[in-house]
């Protein structure tokens, strides 16, 4: 089954002086399991294609079904139910709660399905080890570096172990080094937990590790490599 289903899906940014067209009757699969990278320049709309799969915002028409559920359908409640228990966002400057310390950053999602603190607790700090921060925990965004509150900011999008995660320029705060492990902590998460990912990126290394390569472009989406396309220029090179 298809995890991300866009058919002919259209926004458009409008304000009494333009319309800006993002996505223009825009068609895209992404089967379950795959890790999916959409490329495309700076305001082609990548992060509005994020928002509208994660329902975050909404398409003016079109279909967007997320794991067979079609979002548009959803009243407010459900969707930002469904939102939390199926969906983990990466946002591209990370969203920490400055407050909160890394567990209760990564806790917070937890809040919402009514778990108790200990257990929400329990978890961050189990989702926090996996990100290689178990020693950091109780300190606060503000006394962390960047690699370290992205990784914070992973373990939160993998708290309620969501089938789909959507990573927005995962690497775009990183140094290489922080970046091909993030990259690498993420690839795992996609391979042996199977959830599904799809990032924007410009990065190579996010690039590289993809299995599925979409082009986002003139509001049209364009699915530049997948596996048999790859296979296809093997044989060619
Ligand atoms: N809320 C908004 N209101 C009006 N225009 C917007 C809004 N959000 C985005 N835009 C415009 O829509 C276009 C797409 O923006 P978007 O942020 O989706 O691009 P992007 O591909 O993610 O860019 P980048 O690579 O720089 O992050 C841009 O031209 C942007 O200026
Ligand atoms: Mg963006």
């Keep these: 089954m298809a995890e991300i289903s866009l058919k002919s899906v259209s926004k458009a940014y409008v304000n009494p002086v333009f319309s800006l067209t993002v996505l223009d009757k825009a068609d895209l699969t992404i089967p379950e399991g795959a890790f999916a990278a959409v490329q495309g320049p700076s305001g082609s709309g990548k992060s509005t294609l994020l928002n509208l799969i994660g329902a975050l915002d909404r398409a003016d028409g079109g279909d967007i079904r997320v794991m067979g559920t079609d979002i548009a359908s959803l009243p407010q409640r459900r969707l930002a139910e469904f939102r939390n228990r199926t969906i983990g966002f990466v946002f591209q400057s990370f969203h920490l709660m400055p407050v909160l310390t890394a567990a209760e950053n990564v806790a917070w999602p937890l809040y919402f399905q009514g778990v108790r603190r200990r257990d929400r607790m329990r978890a961050a700090r189990e989702k926090l080890a996996l990100v290689g921060l178990s020693d950091h925990a109780d300190k606060i965004p503000g ?3 960047g690699g370290q509150r992205q990784r914070v ?3 939160r999008a993998l708290v309620c172990d969501p089938a789909v995660i959507l990573a927005d320029e995962p690497t775009a705060n990183l140094d ?8 690498d902590l993420l690839r795992d998460i996609n391979s042996r937990r199977g ?3 799809l990032c924007a990126t410009h990065d190579p290394l996010v690039v590289e590790r993809a299995n599925r390569v979409i082009e986002l472009s003139e509001g049209k989406l364009t699915m530049r490599s997948d596996p048999p396309a790859v296979g296809t220029e093997e044989r060619h090179a």
């Design 143 to 145: 006394r962390l570096s």
């Design 153 to 155: 900011a992973i373990a």
């Design 176 to 183: 290489r080094k922080t970046a091909r492990d993030v990259m």
């Design 195 to 197: 959830a599904t990912l």
